[in-house]
């Protein structure tokens, strides 16, 4: 009997593991929502999106050799392409491998196209660049309400992508922050504007 029930005491910290990794993402995602403006339903499924999207590039030895680097953000169903790539048709291929996933409304591709891809060291410089862009957000203070963790920022090779669903005066006073921030290139709005509200 004692035989019996030793594999079941060993494997029931494992599932009591997993109970705690599936709580913990549930939570998290509740979390989210909290400051978020998307429904649990959208933000669940922009996750989702983006690791079937991030795994049919990934599955494709073209990006993963010669520094190619293709970058996947999504957010409300807009699928934001970015990075660098070495060729027009590799720029293609990662549009078609991607925007007829179900939930994918639009496609905005701005795939860079040059001979040499960045490598990991400018990829770095990239992700400081992106912390601080979102700090430089925080001295937005003047417009009650604002939220900076509402804003999705992303910077490859020093152009800064900002996405979100934001008032036309939140990404007014966003885009002015992250384009005085030293070593940005260029910003690139993939804003989704709210309906202002009645009397407003």
Aim: one cysteine or more.
């Amino acid at each position: 009997m004692y035989k019996k029930l030793l594999p079941l005491l060993l494997v029931a910290p494992l599932l009591h593991g997993c109970l705690i990794a599936a709580v913990g993402a549930g939570a998290a995602v509740g979390a989210g929502v909290v400051h978020d403006r998307r429904d649990t339903r959208t933000l669940i499924d922009d996750r989702r999106i983006a690791f079937s999207a991030e795994d049919a590039i990934n599955r494709d030895r073209d990006f993963v050799a010669n520094d190619n680097y293709v970058k996947i953000v999504v957010y409300n169903g807009t699928l934001l392409l970015c990075g660098q790539v070495r060729s027009a048709d590799l720029k293609q291929r990662a549009q078609s491998k991607v925007e007829n996933f179900e939930g994918v409304n639009r496609v905005v591709n701005e795939i860079e196209i040059t001979d040499e891809p960045q490598g990991f060291w400018r990829r770095r410089q990239d992700n400081a660049m992106t912390a601080r862009v979102k700090t430089a957000l925080l001295d937005i203070t003047s417009m009650p309400g604002f939220d900076p963790t509402r804003v999705n920022v992303t910077t490859v090779h020093g152009v800064v992508f900002l996405m979100g669903l934001v008032s036309h005066e939140e990404a007014e006073a966003v885009v002015d922050v992250a384009r005085n921030i030293g070593g940005v290139d260029k910003v690139v709005k993939v804003f989704e504007y709210m309906e202002p509200t009645a009397g407003s």
